[in-house]
């Protein structure tokens, strides 16, 4: 998919594409543009929760998306606390080339019942195993790619990711030590 230098800028933090909004090196303007990705979402009742900038810390090569649907949100209360449990599917958006990750996500959060935050986890989405779709999040994530592609975005797979660089490198990332990096770590890392 991408040759050795495009993933050496990519770890650069290098724009690789020459594709609308892409080819503006603007990343308000990517942004702009992501904004009609997520009125198509919300019009196909599918929720999405953006995760902050950068994650809040460091620096992401991708933007974290935590798509899900009303069905797959389990709601549970007694006399002290309401918890929810979310499931869904992540979308990883590079910064830096239009290509985008699809994998499984979840999501717990715990509030009093005067609806103050207790706490909460979510999953990170940074192994390829995560990639292999569980059959229930089949349908939501056969939309998620026909809306992407639309927007013309190449959704990797699996096999697009999974093998390890081949050449020595050093990558801010918080998922692989160095020689264990993958192609994924090439396209989509966080330094925290």
Same mark, same amino acid.
């Given at each position: 998919?991408?040759?050795?230098?495009?993933?050496?800028?990519?770890?650069?933090?290098?724009? &690789?594409?020459?594709?609308?909004?892409?080819?503006?090196?603007?990343?308000?303007?990517?942004?702009?543009?992501?904004?009609?990705?997520?009125?198509?979402?919300?019009?196909?009742?599918? *929720?999405?929760?953006?995760?902050?900038? *950068? %994650?809040?810390?460091?620096?992401?090569?991708?933007?974290?998306? %935590?798509?899900?649907?009303?069905? *797959?949100?389990?709601?549970?209360?007694?006399?002290?606390?309401?918890?929810?449990?979310?499931?869904?599917? *992540?979308?990883?958006?590079?910064?830096?080339?239009?290509?985008?990750?699809? =994998?499984?996500?979840?999501?717990?959060?715990?509030?009093?019942?005067?609806?103050?935050?207790? =706490? =909460?986890?979510?999953?990170?989405?940074?192994?390829?195993?995560?990639?292999?779709?569980?059959?229930?999040?089949?349908?939501?994530?056969?939309?998620?790619?026909?809306?992407?592609?639309?927007?013309?975005?190449?959704?990797?797979?699996?096999?697009?990711?999974?093998?390890?660089?081949?050449?020595?490198?050093?990558?801010?990332?918080?998922?692989?030590?160095?020689?264990?990096?993958? &192609?994924?770590?090439?396209? %989509?890392?966080?330094?925290?």
């Amino acid at each position: 998919m991408f040759t050795n230098e495009q993933l050496q800028a990519m770890i650069r933090q290098e724009v &690789v594409s020459e594709q609308y909004p892409y080819s503006t090196q603007d990343e308000q303007e990517l942004k702009n543009y992501l904004k009609s990705i997520l009125a198509e979402l919300e019009r196909a009742q599918i *929720h999405c929760k953006v995760e902050r900038e *950068h %994650f809040g810390s460091g620096y992401a090569s991708y933007m974290q998306w %935590f798509c899900y649907e009303a069905q *797959h949100i389990e709601v549970k209360e007694d006399a002290n606390k309401r918890e929810e449990h979310i499931q869904g599917l *992540h979308v990883l958006i590079s910064r830096l080339a239009p290509v985008i990750l699809i =994998g499984n996500a979840d999501e717990s959060n715990a509030y009093s019942l005067s609806g103050e935050y207790l =706490g =909460g986890g979510k999953s990170m989405l940074d192994e390829p195993y995560q990639l292999v779709i569980e059959p229930r999040f089949e349908q939501l994530f056969q939309t998620l790619e026909r809306i992407f592609m639309k927007y013309h975005f190449t959704v990797l797979r699996k096999e697009d990711i999974e093998s390890l660089l081949a050449f020595d490198v050093a990558i801010p990332t918080l998922s692989r030590r160095k020689g264990k990096y993958l &192609v994924w770590d090439a396209i %989509f890392y966080w330094e925290d």
